[in-house]
């Protein structure tokens, strides 16, 4: 039976399954090697992935995940008094979330590979400009959620910054492998336009980042795409087969 791995978290999980995903990209590499199943829910934050952990984890099932990424936090840092309030999660309560999640997952299994991911960095202005042009086509959103929509920022690259900070001292405190793709980002110059289509969600590119990194750490923990194996696997296969495609030919 081949392991499973489960992509757990908000909007960015959800579209990493498109062109050019991390998630698309994983398919790819452990292609009959591997399930990888999307668990992804857009507009999520930790405190709302609470509900769905012992839907998606049973503690009872027979079949845990061999591999689990958790990737939240870009809602959590919703500003409050900004058009996204509702999202917000205080910074003590998402590392209690984070805490909470990382615990549940270990008693399904206690071989199971948990890793976390950063939120990513954010680019105010991008945000301002994706805000202007949701405006433009749906003007009723402006009544909606006032001025502040376009004026202001529903968040901030320092804040994003926080709670990845916190996200990292999770990980720490949890023994387990973390992505700083809040820092891994901002390494590369005017990563901004590189890494970000809306100033939050991840471009081709910023995909590349986040499915170069998670590989790191499985290759580490000898989750490795090994094709040189599989095609000995697959020759004993056919050498087994063989004589019955030629009896039943």
């Known amino acids: 039976m081949r392991p ?3 992509l757990f978290g908000d909007s960015i999980t959800a579209r990493s399954f498109g062109d050019g995903g991390w998630g698309a990209s994983l398919v790819q590499r452990y292609s009959r090697k591997a399930d990888v199943v999307l668990r992804g829910y857009g507009g999520y934050n930790t405190r709302w992935a609470l509900f769905l952990l012992p839907h998606i984890f049973p503690l009872e099932s027979l079949k845990q995940p061999s591999v ?7 809602n ?16 003590t309560e998402y590392m209690a979330n984070l805490h909470q999640i990382i615990t549940h997952l270990k008693k399904c299994s206690s071989s199971m590979l948990i890793m976390l991911i950063t939120p990513p960095p ?8 994706y805000a202007r042009s949701l405006v433009l ?14 004026d202001l920022p529903e968040r901030t690259n320092e804040v994003a910054g926080a709670y990845a900070k916190s996200c990292l001292e999770v990980a720490s405190e949890a023994s387990i492998p973390v992505v700083d793709l809040w820092s891994r980002m901002q390494e590369t110059p005017e ?6 289509s809306d100033g939050l969600h991840l471009t081709p590119d910023g995909n590349a980042i986040v499915f170069e990194e998670v590989l790191k ?8 795409a090994n094709s040189k194996k599989e095609f000995i696997d697959c020759q004993r296969l056919l050498c087994i087969l063989q004589p019955l495609l030629l009896v039943h030919g």
Do not use: C
């Open 76 to 91: 959590d840092a919703a500003l409050l008094g900004r058009s996204n309030e509702r999202q917000h999660v205080p910074l």
């Open 217 to 224: 750490i499985l290759n580490a923990r000898a989750y490795m």
């Open 191 to 196: 990563w901004q336009h590189k890494y970000l």
């Open 122 to 129: 954010v680019d105010e202005k991008g945000r301002k400009q």
């Open 4 to 6: 499973q791995f489960v």
């Open 68 to 74: 689990v990424t958790v990737f939240f936090g870009a």
């Open 137 to 150: 086509a749906h003007p009723r959103l402006l009544a909606t959620y006032g001025e502040n929509a376009v």
